[in-house]
């Protein structure tokens, strides 16, 4: 059974987990395959990972559900048996509850020597999960269909999960995680893998999901390529291998058919944000930057940059000014504050038909000022989102696809919904970003981000397909970073020689 790490596979489309669960019938019948062998075929492909992963197994725990998850867990557990490894079940369930192909599976489990233990046992589940003295828990308790909440059982069965020492292998998805959106209730089990089946769900690449799927593998089940054919998504998830490719410059090129990037923000005692901005616009191939920001700190933005160039401008004169007229892209926010001299520089740049890139401050201005373009790329962090859409930041996380649709239903253009998976969106099709690491929470990193995405906007023809770009560099060159030097202190600045040098890769 061929079963492909994420990393090695994409791109790839992502799926809702309905799409699956209203479909894959039909595709497996299609196919000539019935359910049954669908479930012996993903009970063989975890238990094939396992062997490949986990040599020198000699005991094993499978918790299985009463659903269709629980029966791979059943068919894993089987498999196991006959080559030798000892097996214990704990089904979270009574055994009357277990009906179709999962009762096919535990039958066919029930003639090997494996022990298995119900819920209506005297012994209390967690006990036999926490006194398991062996070398790894098969997670098989719920499958994509899970949407509600867990009751305090199934709390106290996770939490012994999470709490053993062995490592963990889940069955499609964790159990507790919603596979649709990416978030969980309360308690989740942790994996060290995760085998999904037939195609990817989108809700294991992002939100609360990059904390307990671990390391995202994909079998097929032979059916996989045909589903892949006749049902369409709208979301997908990007890598290295689809991004766009530069079209080399000619010879001839020059400061002028490259283009200029205009950076508007940094207000009095916040320069850096500003700078870093302009920096990575910079590094990130716009030939020509320059910044307009408070004159208090004018000198404190160019130090040690020359190549920064100051825009004296006023918010009245704005559309008149030859830097605002000469620039293809204006960034405005990092550092831009929300007073009067923000909110003026904010509407006069709204007024006009300049592309923008709209971060930070200017976020908040705009969820203040509501208008809809279909030029501009908004970036909000999960704050920024929820002020935008007028609602909690808890509202955001719960479902993170919905609301980067809102967003662009609301305001237009292109949404840059960032966090673990960040997500990109321009209403049309959500693009679901792998690059970045936890050293990313540090101040200025998105910063950075607006001014990658503004040079690449002048140097790729796409505006969705540029934006992805600098989203999947941003998150790469940062991960280059922590693998040379680790995640904690991990600085926004440090970005800037891998982005260099990641823009100017051939594919």
Known sequence: MKIVKLSQSLPQPAYQPIQVQQNEAKIAGDCGISLITLMERAGAAVFSHIQSHYSSLKSLLVISGKGNNGGDGFVVAKLAAMAGIKVTVVVIANEAEIKGDALTALQLLNRTSVTLHYLHEAKPISQLITRFQGDLVVDGLFGVGFRGHLSSMHK???????????????????????????????????????????????????????????????????????????????????????????????????????????????????????????????????????????????????????????????????????????????????????????????????????????DADALSLLSQNPIKRDDWVLTPHPGEAANLLNCSIDDIENDRFVAVKAITDKYGGICVLKGAGTLISDGKSTWINTSGNAGMASGGMGDVLSGIIAALLIQLVEPLAAVRFAVYIHGLAADIVAKNQGQRGLLASDLFPEIQRLVNLEK
């Open 156 to 358: 106290e069965v996770i939490g012994s999960i999470n709490g053993h020492d062995a490592p963990v292998v889940s069955i499609d998805i964790p159990s507790g995680l919603n596979a649709d959106t990416g978030h969980c209730d309360s308690l989740v089990v942790s994996a060290q893998q995760t085998i999904t089946f037939i195609v990817y769900k989108r809700g294991l690449l992002t939100a609360q999901a990059v904390n307990c799927v671990g390391e995202l593998y994909l079998a097929g089940l032979g059916i996989g390529e045909d589903f892949l054919k006749n049902i369409h998504t709208s979301a997908f998830i990007q890598g290295y291998k689809n991004l766009p490719v530069f079209i080399p410059r000619k010879k001839n090129s020059h400061k002028g058919s490259i283009g200029l990037v205009l950076a508007i923000g940094g207000n009095k005692d916040m320069p850096g944000a500003i700078r870093l901005s302009a920096e990575a616009a910079l590094r990130s191939g716009a030939s020509l930057v320059a910044v307009a920001c408070h004159q208090d700190i004018q000198t404190l933005v160019c130090a040690g940059r020359p190549e920064i160039m100051l825009a004296q401008i006023i918010a009245q004169q704005l559309n008149e000014h030859s830097t605002f007229l000469k620039a293809k892209v204006v960034v405005i926010g990092p550092g831009l504050g929300q007073d009067n001299w923000a909110q003026k520089l904010f509407l006069a740049v709204l007024s006009s038909t300049k592309r923008c890139v709209v």
